[in-house]
């Protein structure tokens, strides 16, 4: 056997002297530092650290509900306003800065408020909500709030449905809006019955969204596990797209016009192209339990989705798991979330009737900054991506700490997931060779996709 070995003489690495000194390479640069990966690897580590010593998200909870918040709109062009209905049929607008109710509407629906979206236009404080009484409100903030003799606000314009609606979302240009109930129908705003009633197949449909950038495409989903696309120049149907299981809430991204998100009552949230939905673009699964709203970054590149399980996790849009998850011991069950417009803040509304405030940065912290804590800051964040995948640096970042509720039941659901693969992988083995095809994680939980 040959062996190759590197080797070296010794007479090139002592000194010309009498004395036995030992010469040691090194680099003769002063710009190089003969330690500089160690000095970053050891600036990323306390980067990663004093983040989680500094991750303190929630910022306030705003109350004055008595039932819980099942609907909430935020304004394009209002950033300090947040609208939110409750069970009781109270609407409410909160103010952002003060973090006080602005303008309020009691008993503004019998029952659930299902629905709210803000009509286009900053000036005009106008915003549509609806209900399970079967009426669609327009209401107007300039028209005042509760009166200290207790006379309450009238709507600027009333809309009577057969049915219960479940939903609402306004065109961003025209003067339309649709609504959800048992099937999806487009409203002129001028008119008192809708111009046109769009259905295929759902039984209820539970939510409708309208495209802010491609405004032809709505979207909506429903109890018989499906999400349909309509166009409204043609009022027809575009595609239909039938999960395993049903769809909670959709969200288009508004920075991509055929990318949408949903969220799944089998824990996960899902986005798809519109173009090609026989496979998701990708699935974002941590949840424990349904997931019942989601809701886009401005940016497009993040998003939020609230759960059953009383948690609010943030998402990259391009990765499978969460990066962070927010919770609190009173938190209970999450039915609304919403970025807000300035990319730095993330609202979620629960049955507990309170209306929580969390930074969508968790360490980060608000204020002007000087310039050189901008550049510390910029270079901190390059040396945790540059390090990211060290095993010492990726443990701090990757810590959470979450009630026991979910962490029990997230083992259980990782233990199932395990057996289920393990199942699956057995009987390919003992099937007839081909007979059984690896199905694609993007594409297990569609069942079809129909175009008309």
Known sequence: ?????????????????????????????????????????????????????FAKPFLASLGGHIDGIYAMAKNAWDLDHITTGSGDGEVRVWSLSRQETAWRAPGAHRGMVKGICNVPGGSTGRFLSVGTDKLAKVWSRSEGAVMADGTTPEPVATYNGKHAFGAVDHHRSRPLFATSSSLVEVWDVDRSEPIANLTWGADTVNTVRMNQTEVNVLASCGTDRSIILYDLRTNSPLAKLVMTLSTNAIAWNPMEAFVFATANEDHNVYTFDMRRMDHATNVLRDHVSAVMDVDYAPTGQELVSGSYDRSVRLWDAARGHSRDVYHTKRMQRVFCVKYTQDNAYVLSGSDDSNLRLWRARASERMGPKSNRERATIEYAEKLKDRYKHVDDVRKVLRQRNVPKAIKRASQTKHDMHASRRRKEENERKTARAGSKPRAPERSKAILGVTSK
């Open 1 to 53: 056997m040959k062996v190759k070995a590197l080797s070296r003489s010794a007479a090139d690495y002592a000194r010309e002297t009498k004395s036995n000194i030992q010469r040691l390479p090194r680099n003769v640069d002063p710009v190089l530092h003969p330690l500089e990966r160690a000095r970053e690897y050891k600036r990323a580590l306390n980067a990663a650290k004093l983040e989680r010593m």
